[in-house]
Every structure is written in structure tokens, then in C-alpha cells.
């Protein structure tokens, strides 16, 4: 298993430096269990008012031909490498309250938050989560039979992290380059727009 650990700034948990979203995954397909566990994290995100307006749809590879449907959804250049993952996952927000339905500007947040918690969780269990924004959103809502109310908003790989020989050269490249982010004094501001606080 390839590791690509966060070279930080400042101190952070251990969970935080270690995952990333590789392409290169194992043929081992995770336990039903431990799939449970990552949407079990994923319940347990905060949302506005407490909607958790975030939904799944899995398919494994112990049912190819389920795999192969959600598979073929994904744009080609993600179906290149994600045709070697063992489970698929599509994240869909529920874009109103269930309380009084009205629009949840925040729904797409919450899902986003609901799938770091699936993220940190694999990590800490030795897996790992690679969310997509290349898939089609027209072939998911025709396929699953989605609700007008509910959007498809990301596509997840999940498994256990491969070794990028098993890439295509290009995607092999890619894996190995270092992590990059920006530094912390160019998004966090004092005071007034542009004025870092890190200064």
C-alpha cells in the first residue's frame, strides 16, 4: 500500500495526514461490516437542522453486473482506473427540508461533510475513498429511478489502496506526485478581505 502523507504547516491529526483519494486499488472487496462502518461515520456528520438530507447507492463487485451499471455512468477517463475497484458508491443530497420543504442551500455541504466522515473512517481502517465529480448525472437518475428533489452530486470509489504499477502510465505519474495545497496565509483572513491572519 502506497502512502502519500500531508506534509503540513501546522500540526494535525495523524487521520487527516495520511488520507488521500488514490486510483490504484486492491481486488479485495471490503467486508459488508466494514462498509456499514463508513456510512455509519457518514450518519453521523453535522447538517443544518439536523436533515442529514445525504443518500447512497452502493454497488459491489459481488454483484458484477450492478458494478458494470453504475460503472458506465462514470465518465471514461474515471472508468479507465475505477473499473478496478471492488465498490462504487453514488452521493446524493436531498436538495429540500424534510421539515417543511422548502430549498436546503446547504444540502450539497452537508453530503460534503457526510463523505469526509466516510473518508477519515476508511482511513482509519486501512481503506480508502476516492470521490468523483466525472460521472453523469442523467444516466444516475435514469438508472436508480432518483426523485426530482434528490441530486446526484458525487461518485465514490472505495477499497483498499493498490500500487500505482497497475495504472496506466499517465494515471501512474499522477499517483506519485506529492500532495499539494495552498498555504494556510492564502485562505484565512482578519479583519478584512485579503488581510491574512497569519501575518
Known amino acids: ?57 452502493i454497488a459491489t463487485k459481488e454483484n458484477i453486473k450492478e458494478f458494470e451499471v453504475m460503472l458506465s455512468c462514470l465518465v471514461e477517463q474515471n472508468q479507465v482506473w475505477a473499473q478496478h475497484v471492488p465498490v462504487l458508491v453514488i452521493g446524493i443530497a436531498r436538495t429540500v427540508f424534510a421539515l417543511n420543504g422548502k430549498i436546503n442551500h446547504y444540502a450539497f455541504h452537508d453530503l460534503g461533510m457526510a463523505i469526509q466522515n466516510m473518508a477519515l473512517q476508511a482511513t482509519a481502517m486501512g481503506l480508502a475513498v476516492h470521490p468523483m465529480a466525472g460521472f453523469s448525472k442523467s444516466c444516475i437518475r435514469k438508472t436508480y ?21 497497475e495504472l496506466p502510465e499517465l494515471l501512474k505519474q499522477e499517483e506519485l506526485e506529492p500532495r499539494e495545497r495552498k498555504r494556510v496565509r492564502e485562505f484565512v483572513f482578519t479583519r478584512a478581505w485579503g488581510k491574512k491572519f497569519t501575518d
Do not use: V
Request: include cysteine.
Open 145 to 165: 429511478n432518483i426523485p426530482e428533489e434528490y441530486d446526484p452530486m458525487t461518485a465514490i470509489a472505495i477499497g483498499y489502496p493498490g500500487t500505482p504499477d
Open 1 to 57: 500500500m502506497m502512502e502519500k502523507r500531508a506534509k503540513t504547516e501546522y500540526p494535525i491529526h495523524e487521520l487527516l495526514c495520511s488520507r488521500w483519494s488514490p486510483r490504484a486499488f486492491t481486488k479485495q472487496i471490503p467486508s459488508k461490516d466494514q462498509l456499514l462502518s463508513l456510512f455509519e461515520a457518514a450518519r453521523w456528520a453535522p447538517s443544518c437542522y439536523n436533515d442529514q438530507p445525504w443518500f447512497f447507492i
